[in-house]
């Protein structure tokens, strides 16, 4: 299976600030990634596909880049209703495989 | 829109069968792939498998031999099944659409999962 290292775990940052968060593949996985957030409660919100493509209905506040083994995530303006814990997936391979997991809280 | 909803038994026992149902509504179940995805609770995500709708499926191998996953589409359902069930099965266990382009592994539609716990 290929393995997704998220990191950093969990982050806590201000409104307004810019946030990064890492996902490194165990294997080249070229651009077979994807981003969701997740709401305390609710199920996983799909944001990004093929590492930087915004879903439709996305804010334009998400992005993403990388390919291969690094992956990065970034909310370029934080705001408080992005709460919630980050996950990346990878889709080169079945068994389709998630990141850990990024829970961004609000300092 | 589209709508996922999952449905079971909330509580089983140790060996049990877990038997969940996912309905369809608000959109077609043909030309999709639909996967169960579970998160142990403060965990994260794993994929347990998929089923087209045309029946065909895939499974994680960490559980190939303890899941189905099957599809009705006149009923517009989805059902996982998991044999002898452990405490380790305990979880969120929530349906999910696959995106249509079949390029891309993504999941665009997720129910609002189910909770499952085994306990003696």
């Known amino acids: 299976d290929i393995q997704l290292t998220q990191s950093p775990s969990s982050l806590s940052a201000s409104v307004g600030d810019r946030v990064t968060i890492t996902c490194q593949a165990s294997?080249?996985?070229?651009?077979?990634l994807n981003w969701y957030q997740q709401k305390p409660g609710k199920a996983p919100k799909f944001l990004i596909y093929?590492?930087?493509n915004l879903e439709t209905g996305v804010p334009s506040r998400f992005s993403g880049s990388g390919s291969g083994t690094d992956f990065t995530f970034t909310i370029s303006s934080l705001q408080p209703e992005d709460i919630g814990t980050y996950f990346c997936?990878?889709?080169?391979?079945?068994?389709?495989?998630f990141g850990g997991g990024t829970k961004v809280e609000i300092k | 829109q589209v709508q996922l909803q999952e449905s079971g038994p909330g509580l089983l026992k140790p060996s049990e069968t877990l038997s969940l149902t996912c309905t369809v509504s608000g959109g077609s179940i043909s030309g999709f792939y639909w996967s169960w995805i579970r998160q142990p609770p403060g965990k994260g995500l794993e994929w347990i498998g998929y089923v087209h709708y045309s029946g065909s499926t895939n499974y994680n191998p960490s559980l190939r031999s303890r899941v189905t996953i099957s599809v009705d589409t006149s009923k517009k359902r989805l059902s996982l099944k998991l044999n002898s069930v452990t405490a380790a099965d305990t979880a969120l266990y929530y349906c999910?659409?696959?995106?249509?382009?079949?390029?891309?592994?993504?999941?665009?539609?997720w129910g609002q999962g189910t909770k499952v716990a085994v306990s003696s």
């Open positions: 294997q080249d996985i070229s651009t077979f």
């Open positions: 093929d590492a930087s």
């Open positions: 999910a659409r696959r995106v249509v382009d079949t390029d891309i592994g993504a999941f665009d539609i």
């Open positions: 997936q990878q889709y080169d391979g079945l068994p389709f495989t």
